[in-house]
């Protein structure tokens, strides 16, 4: 298939760059571009020797940065103009500068796929794009772009995926969504709605008690309460059952995330998610704004309020 990445940043050159061994793929920076410029995401692979052990993962492992790199070209919206099969958007449909929107409409690809799990950005893209089919292709992977300190032209993007596994949840209209299965291969794993929106409201509201405390991930261990709490208001919402959330498992998961994860997460986390506070509290107002049912997630987004220092 020809798949189009919106977006020259962390998930739109990541995403490009799983996609490419099987598949023709760009990405569309917003900015005019003289001509077609290369770009090498680089997939995390092993720790390095002293970061495989406990005490070296606490201490803030490095991970190995040549377990692979691929070749993803980044052009402009005037470079991409042509017949693309699908076009995903790695910035909110609500988002999108209106140039953007209409060069997407101009290249009435059949399929547009957005990242976003925030609440109502399924519809705002339906009403944006109304002549493709929308979905969901929620990323399985992470991802992020590394400072002027480790790339100075602030260009160098990193990813970790889980090996043998699926790169992203694929959700929306039946149809859409075998077509697009039959195109993009193990890629993809269908999943119905639920299944790719559920699971952000199970760990949002623990990225958002991170980003109250700063990014802290040792405080954010010592306050689960809260967000644990938030996070069965937020699934109660979603689905309209009572869900049981229970803190000692979230600590578990945390600490298994630790370990198993080959970058140094609890620094990764504190970073990428800092640079989201407005998508965060975003997705929080989508699951309780303006009940008296969600006394967390209220908590929550006016932590995430208050003005920081």
Known sequence: MRVLFQGAGAIGLAGAALFTDAHEVAVAGRAPASGPRASYPR????PEPGGSTPEGARAGQR?????????????????AAGVWDLVVLSTRPGDLDPAVAS?????????????????????????EFP????????????????????????????????????RFLLAGQREAVRRLVRGLGRLVLPAPIAAAVVPPAVFI?????????????????????????????AVRARLGLPVPMSAVIARGVLEAIEFAVPIDVTAYAGRHFGR??????????????GTNESPALEAQIAALNRPRH
């Open 43 to 46: 997939r995390v692979g092993r």
């Open 205 to 233: 509201p623990y990225v958002a008690e991170l980003s109250i405390h700063g990014g802290n991930w040792a405080r954010l261990k010592a306050h689960l309460h809260r967000p644990t709490q938030a996070a069965a208001e």
């Open 103 to 127: 060069a997407i409409r101009e290249i009435a690809p059949k399929s547009i796929a957005i990242t976003s799990q925030v609440e109502g950005d399924l519809d705002r893209a339906r009403s």
């Open 276 to 289: 989201h506070v407005d998508q965060t509290r975003n997705m929080l107002t989508g699951w309780g704004a």
């Open 131 to 166: 002549a493709a089919e929308v979905v969901v292709l929620a990323p399985m992977f992470l991802s992020e772009r590394l400072g002027e300190e480790a790339a100075p032209d602030g260009r160098e993007v990193r990813y970790w995926a889980p090996a043998d596994l699926p």
């Open 63 to 79: 991970a190995t940065e040549v377990a692979a790199t691929r070749r993803v070209t980044v052009t402009d919206w005037a470079g």
